[in-house]
């Protein structure tokens, strides 16, 4: 079975499909490939089988990413970011790209829904963030 | 400047540490025989940042300052002043150290020294 590292994971955004800017010092994050809407409960009442009977209603949450970066305010990505937070224009696209040797990666419309900054008396400045998929990314493996 | 270079300007630029100490500051150990009271300081750790995209050149590091003297009293006052001459103070090199802990030994009584000792992140 293969294992990868996680670091060199990348994330790209603009308003360029796809989008080809390296967003710049990213430290930890966690990609979310959309959670699934809750199955029905179709069970009849036979009970023979003794467990309950689900359906899939066919729809999920697009993709998701949130992470922090080591923020810098004058860097070009950055401000990009915090831009199409303060003001999205509907044209912004996100790509994550995995550290695999095949570079599996997901990429589509996206919207930044949070961009926080942390102020502890120590340690490093940073800003925390999440990018929502604004419909169904293009996975590629 | 190296954050140890900058620790020692701050330190000999603080009157009341050279008060105590004159010019006897020590980086990682002291001389043999050292004469009291005198300070020797060392980095004991480092944190540095990482990023997908490799280092961050944000390094958190820690030093400890141990100050010797020949009375438990002169130790302490010693590493209040070696305190008060780092805590929240920007040092040469742009970082601003940070009091993270104090402690205080036994004498060593064959040596008829005292120490105290204030551990900084940096």
Known sequence: ?141 | MTPSAAIVATLEAAADVTAIVGTRIYSIDAPDDPVAPYVVFQQIGANPGASHDGPTGATERMFQFACFASTAKGARALRDAVSAALDGVEIGNGDIPTLEDEREFEADEAAGIYRADADFSV
């Open chain 1, 1 to 141: 079975m293969a294992k990868f590292k996680t670091k060199g994971l990348v994330f790209k955004f603009e308003t360029a499909s796809p989008p080809t800017v390296v967003i710049a010092q990213l430290g930890d994050g966690e990609l979310n490939l959309g959670e699934r809407e809750g199955a029905l409960d179709v069970t009849t009442h036979d009970n023979s089988t003794g467990e309950i009977d689900k359906l899939d209603v066919g729809f999920k949450e697009p993709w998701s990413f949130t992470a922090e970066i080591f923020f810098d305010p004058a860097n070009t990505g950055h401000e990009a970011i915090r831009a199409a937070h303060a003001s999205p224009e509907g044209t912004e696209r996100g790509m994550i790209v995995l550290p695999d040797t095949g570079s599996a990666q997901i990429t589509g419309l996206v919207r930044i829904t949070s961009f926080t900054v942390p102020v502890p008396v120590k340690g490093a400045l940073k800003a925390n963030i999440t990018v929502e998929g604004m419909a169904a990314g293009t996975w590629t493996q």
